[in-house]
């Protein structure tokens, strides 16, 4: 599906433009989107002020507006996308007179803050991307780490209009794409949790999110060489698929097309505010990693003879939830800053007994179709593994600084935090949750 086709299925977006030299354009896309705008408010940090934002800035005087810039972090300090600036950033919007535009110059989490802050104040707004490093840019919702600490997604309205300018993100630090490209291959093994889930009756099915991000996933990913040279044409794809990652979010108005387990691990990490060689570790470069994790995971189940399943046994071993289910759970987050986050979100995706083996009993008699469905779905994690190295992105978990056992160690937590059905939670549900995580994190044991 190509990007005008995917702004017609989406809720809050009326203009993208990804190509070189588009950036020029971004007076006119806002006087067509925002024709009551008056007074443009500029949010950058240091570093995408520099790639674009004084450009953008001179672009809106010359044609006649009012121009405010506002700099987080004016030290150059590097920061996540945390809650606490959304008031600093809300206060740099309301300070301006009506017929204010807030334009978002920046990647992920200027995006992701100005997003929240003007969906707070009932603002529509317009971002110029500077990094081909995240699928955010156009989703429904901003990823923020809470008040209390916990990384979640919060609802709010998309940009109304997207700028992504190739000729820009080139000037990004080259590992930006890396991060972006290590994202947008999340994909795979996000649709395979999708439609396992789907399957299984554990979660909804929308056809235009899923053919939004999927049909031309394979081509958006398809040449790591040439995005790792930069290259127009790879690059453009690249980034229109990034793109079309978070249209599909809008038409759904969820995450679930774009994410699933490996996101959960990444989120662990930005929760405990992880970090290697004295810098936080992007979502990306975190990303990248549980992807192949995940990838390998879902070939271990694919592996398993599933006419093997004792379902008898499962539902027998299975605890219900006020006899066992809940203090297990609280057993996992006990020692965590969130300890009722895991009964918040696991609760609600805890069967009975009963639900367990109906669900168990379809999925054995249906595998030979469910498992065709994940095979066509999946990237091989030797692919996964060789594209993430092109783009000299992070392959295994000490490239960000955690240990082989991090994943193993912290699997339940990452099946139990979030209200999502995906292959962790099947694999539990039969239990081979270890067993799998194990042969999926064995090729990292055996490196030298």
């Keep these: ?30 006087r067509e989107v925002f024709p009551h705008a008056k007074k443009i408010v500029i949010i950058a940090d240091p570093r995408t002020w520099a790639a674009a934002g004084e450009k953008v800035e001179a ?16 030290d150059g300090k590097i920061f996540h996308a945390e809650y606490s600036y959304i ?20 990647s992920g989490v200027v995006n992701d803050l100005v997003k929240r802050a003007s969906g707070e104040l009932g603002v529509g707004y317009l971002v110029v991307a500077t990094a081909a490093s995240v699928d955010g840019y156009s989703s429904f919702g901003a ?41 947008l291959m999340a994909k795979s093994p996000a649709g395979a949790d999708w439609i396992l889930a789907a399957e299984l009756g554990a979660t909804e099915w ?11 996933l394979g081509e958006a990913i398809g040449d790591a060489e040439g995005v790792a040279k930069a290259e127009t044409a790879a690059l453009t794809r690249f980034v229109e698929g990034l793109m079309l990652g978070g249209f599909a979010m809008q038409a759904m108005q969820s995450s679930r097309p774009a994410s699933g387990a490996e996101h959960m691990f990444s989120h662990i990490l930005d929760m405990t505010h992880h970090s290697f060689n004295g810098d936080l570790v992007s979502h990306g470069a975190q990303v990248g990693v549980f992807t192949l994790f995940m990838t390998r995971f879902h070939e271990a189940l694919l592996d398993f003879d599933m006419n093997s399943l004792d379902v008898d046994e499962c539902v027998e071993r299975w605890p219900e939830w006020n006899d066992a289910g809940e203090a297990l759970v609280r057993d996992v987050f006990k020692d965590s800053d969130f300890p009722m986050l895991g009964i918040e979100q696991s609760k609600p995706k805890w069967e009975t007994k009963e639900a367990l083996r109906e669900t168990l009993t379809k999925a054995k008699a249906r595998w030979g179709e469910i498992s065709e469905r994940l095979r066509r779905q999946l990237v091989p994690s030797s692919e ?33 935090m979030r209200n999502r059905y995906n292959a ?12 799998f995580a194990a042969k999926a994190c064995a090729p990292w044991k055996t490196e030298k």
């Design 1 to 30: 599906m190509t990007v005008k086709e995917a702004l017609a299925k989406a809720s809050d977006t009326l203009k993208c433009l990804v190509g070189e030299g588009v950036v020029a354009e971004t007076v006119p896309v806002a």
């Design 59 to 74: 672009l809106f005087a010359n044609a006649g507006y009012e121009t405010k810039k506002h700099i987080l972090e004016p």
């Design 87 to 106: 008031a600093e950033v809300k206060d740099a919007i309301v300070s301006c007179s009506e017929g204010v535009l807030p334009v978002a110059v920046g």
């Design 143 to 183: 990823s923020l780490s809470s008040p209390e600490g916990a990384k979640q997604t919060y609802a709010c309205p998309a940009p109304k209009a997207i700028i992504a300018d190739i000729d820009i993100m080139r000037t990004a630090p080259k590992e930006m794409a890396s991060y972006g490209f290590a994202d």
């Design 206 to 216: 929308h056809e235009d999110a899923w053919h939004i991000v999927q049909d031309s």
């Design 384 to 416: 996964i593994e060789r594209r993430l190295k092109v783009v000299n992105a992070p392959s295994c978990p000490k490239d960000i600084g955690v240990d082989n056992d991090f994943i193993e160690r912290n699997i339940l937590f990452a099946m139990f």
């Design 424 to 435: 962790l939670d099947f694999a539990y549900r039969i239990g081979k949750l270890h067993e």
